[in-house]
DNA sequence: CCCCTTAACTCAAAATGATGGAATAAAGTA
DNA sequence: TACTTTATTCCATCATTTTGAGTTAAGGGG
């Protein structure tokens, strides 16, 4: 439930000790240590951090992996993240359909479930979770929350006539509540691209980057901005409408009442209508990825010349995003092929000025996602990771 | 300390409490309350709240405004923030000049103070600073610590060739405790449009926002962004660089290497550039000002014309910053006229495919910020203030 | 091979600070 | 005046972390 937090609430002991659990789980989750070395890094004392640990262990989220000598003293116990210890599930719901993922702790897919939506509120697609969910909770010993993600905008905003793929019933600050009690597990909710960037620092090729921005192919185009670990949301929880950025003045109308939105140029819809209008791809769009990955495999002149297109715009974008959030890196993933953004990260041209073009970088400045088609679904399974691992600002109390 | 975060770090009873000290201390400053009414807004017993006012008052952060009885019961005592009761010390470092200001926690100016610069390295600086802090010191009793702030962007990056206004030996991880030794007081750095973004929250046009986008006019364009009550700060601390972000593909050309910055057409810099062309301004800028303010009051049409580019880039713009932070207003702040900024503001042609055009704004997407010449030297110590009254995430270590 | 040093770990007592329940104070209402 | 309501205080209790004194298990020097 992260929208619209109103109020910072007090702590106490147990809250300090909630946090400090978070502390620890988080460390073993970055890298194998022994209960000294997590007291040394963590600025507890190496009691607490025992008896931390011990209650991890006592959970099976933690194990012991043996003593490790490293150089004179008694050596360490070392303890590890045990990922195979309970299950995840991850929900994306769309206007047409429902996705699912039942990942381990460590993003590792169990299995997956699918169906298509006739009616798209609430009651009724809560009610197709708790099915998708009994049949995976019979591979999972313990479940230990769900995630759920959901296209923006939220709210009556100016995008909404463009959003033909928003979800006007889904009323963030409600659906959680009605989750849980749907599913009888912990819930939390938040859109797709958040969802998906988080995943991408969690399992994905932003691992341990604290700072980083998602570029999320959807149907649109999205972004997730992570920054100092946190996902930035705004102040009703539409931050990142990448999509809708003016990237040609006076280019193309969007129904979203701008011309020359970005997504009109980058998206799965802007290739899409490219090959529709070349007679490369069936009106309905039906078979986009086969019909992009034969054409790759060709070199196809015309699709390669959607992607200079493209290209272009994304690097004024990327360059935009750099000044604007100073990532780590820019991470580009969701539904397009792999080949295909590899091509497109490929003749990206990025701009000198930015403050991402510095010397001494170890990685590139844009790189791919991995989850692919899977992303938001694996995004929401995240989420629980997200809330059960890194430690918070003092809980946010909703009205 | 605010770049490089490495580690969170574990809590205890200590951190608890000062954690629970700044909860107690944000909601007093933000409205006169009982303390009863604390403890049911943040969530802390009555008897946790009423030790701390008790405390906080015995330092005269607070004081009783007397009894007010609202409804039946006993009528609570009515504690209220005491701005008066110490000061702050800010401190803007440019190039060229030091300036400072001493301010009540109220933000309101007790004396400024002001040094031409020959030189700019850290310790002739803070020299200086510690002789203009002597001179305040007299006019206050007590100074709870002193913010700094410093023209970004910080490191090696592409905007360097740019960046003339740079400090390049004012390394941000080492300044502060530099500034603590030189003046004695806790001190704590940030960069400019940062700060006085938070001073516009504190005490300005955003007064009580917990999510909005300050746009800073200093020699170029920065930008700070708060989300949620914090801000943002990217990989390296170089987040908010609007300056160069590409306004005009193929447009002017800007020392950092792109065409067509933002900057060029939207600063102070671009106006000035604007009026000596026409010979309205003489070539070294001096009298920018007056210049402006007189051209202003005739409607003068060079001016005009330049108000009606620099509108339409900056609409743009701020359409972009809106879909992408989601703020609830943006604030027009920093080195130029009230009345200049008031005409850009009018001027504005905001696009409507934006998630910040939506139905029941109480308020208009943007505003004017209220501090005017010295908007950076306040957001200095408004710094203090904000590490002294926000609760924060877990403190983080630097390394 | 023995003893010393180093480091990890455990146990029990102490310290910190939040909480909960009972008692008291001060108002409005019947 | 008696009763209800709300604010506040007092005091004992509770949840945690920290501290300090051992204990264990390794390496290193003679």
């Known amino acids: ?15 300090t000790k909630a946090h400090n659990r978070r502390v620890v789980l988080g460390y073993l989750r970055g890298r194998d240590a022994g209960r000294a070395e997590v007291a040394r890094a963590t600025g507890l004392s190496t ?3 025992s008896n931390l640990v011990a209650e991890l262990a006592r959970e099976g989220l933690v194990a012991p992996q043996g003593r ?9 116990v070392v303890y590890g993240f045990n990922p195979t210890s309970a299950a995840i599930l991850g929900f994306e719901v769309r206007p047409d359909a429902l996705t699912m993922v039942l990942t381990d702790l460590g993003g590792k897919i169990l299995t997956t479930g699918h169906t298509w939506l006739t009616q798209t509120d609430p009651a009724h697609v809560l009610g197709q979770m708790a099915m998708l969910a009994g049949q995976a909770a019979t591979l999972a010993p313990r479940i230990l929350g769900a995630g759920l993600v959901i296209p923006g905008p939220f709210g009556a905003t100016g995008l909404n006539a463009a959003s033909a793929t928003a979800l006007p019933d889904w009323v963030p600050s409600e659906i959680p509540a009605l989750a849980e009690s749907a ?21 994905g090729a932003a691992k341990g980057a604290q700072t980083y921005a998602f570029l999320y192919f959807g149907a649109g185009l999205g972004l997730g901005i992570i920054d100092q670990g946190q996902p930035l949301r705004g102040a009703f929880g539409n931050a990142g409408e990448l999509g809708h950025i003016v990237s040609h003045p006076n280019g193309l109308p969007c129904d979203c009442g701008n ?6 140029y980058v998206s799965r819809l802007a290739v899409q209508r490219h090959l529709i209008a070349r007679g490369l791809l069936p009106a309905d769009g039906h078979g986009t990825d086969a019909v992009l990955t034969a054409l790759l495999a060709r070199d ?22 750099e000044n604007l959030f100073d990532p780590q890196y820019t991470i580009l993933g969701g539904a397009l092929p792999d080949a295909l953004l590899d091509l497109l990260i490929a003749r990206l041209a990025l701009p000198p000025g930015s403050v ?8 590139p400045r844009v790189l791919r996602g991995t989850s692919g088609r899977l992303t938001a679904a ?21 009205e």
């Open 183 to 203: 599913l009888a597990l912990p819930v939390w909710l938040d859109k797709d691209a958040t969802a998906a960037a988080l995943a991408e620092g969690m399992f």
């Open 259 to 264: 011309n020359g939105c970005l997504e009109q």
């Open 47 to 49: 009691q607490t951090v």
């Open 300 to 321: 196809d002149a015309a699709l390669s010349a959607w992607v200079d297109t493209a290209a272009e715009a994304l690097s004024r974008a990327i360059g935009m995003l």
């Open 1 to 15: 439930m992260p929208f619209r937090p109103t109020q910072i609430t007090g702590n106490n002991a147990e809250k």
């Open 378 to 398: 694996l995004g929401a399974a995240a989420l629980v990771i997200h809330h059960t691992v890194t430690p918070r600002i003092a809980a946010y109390r909703i």
């Open 356 to 363: 991402a073009h510095q010397t001494g970088r170890d990685r």
């Open 68 to 76: 490790r000598a490293q150089a004179r003293g008694q050596p360490p």
